[in-house]
């Protein structure tokens, strides 16, 4: 989801997992809702907690003053690194353009190019 620069993150949680389109790919009816969601410390409230567990999807996210969960960092991995993946383009990096679509346009240009060079560079 792709919102201003100056929207706080705790109120994009709940519009991120109602916006899940259906998962294809095992027989019967498509998955509309993760099982669980990871968070990192931002997203320790009350109301995100209890938004999540009425749509029944698990909670993990780390308490803030706790030690971090054992195992989460190598989950946020995969998140960080898609990040930085993104970065060495470096219109993505910063938001410049004005209209949402032509940057959801370069987004999607620029992971196109990332899995084209992964692929690439696993045949060889």
């Known amino acids: 989801m792709t919102t201003a620069a100056n929207v706080n993150d705790i109120t994009q949680p709940f519009r991120l997992v109602d916006g899940i389109t259906p998962v294809a790919g ?63 383009f470096k219109r993505l990096s910063v938001r410049w353009e004005r209209r949402v679509e032509l940057h959801n346009a370069f987004l999607a240009l620029s992971c196109s190019i990332v899995c084209w060079r992964r692929l690439k560079k696993a045949r060889s």
């Open 26 to 88: 095992r027989p019967g009816r498509p998955r509309r809702r993760p099982e669980s969601a990871f968070g990192d410390k931002a997203y320790d409230s009350r109301t995100v907690r209890g938004e999540l567990r009425q749509r029944r999807i698990l909670p993990v996210i780390s308490r803030k003053g706790a030690p971090n969960i054992k195992g989460l960092g190598r989950l946020r991995y995969v998140v960080e690194q898609t990040f930085a993946l993104l970065h060495q």
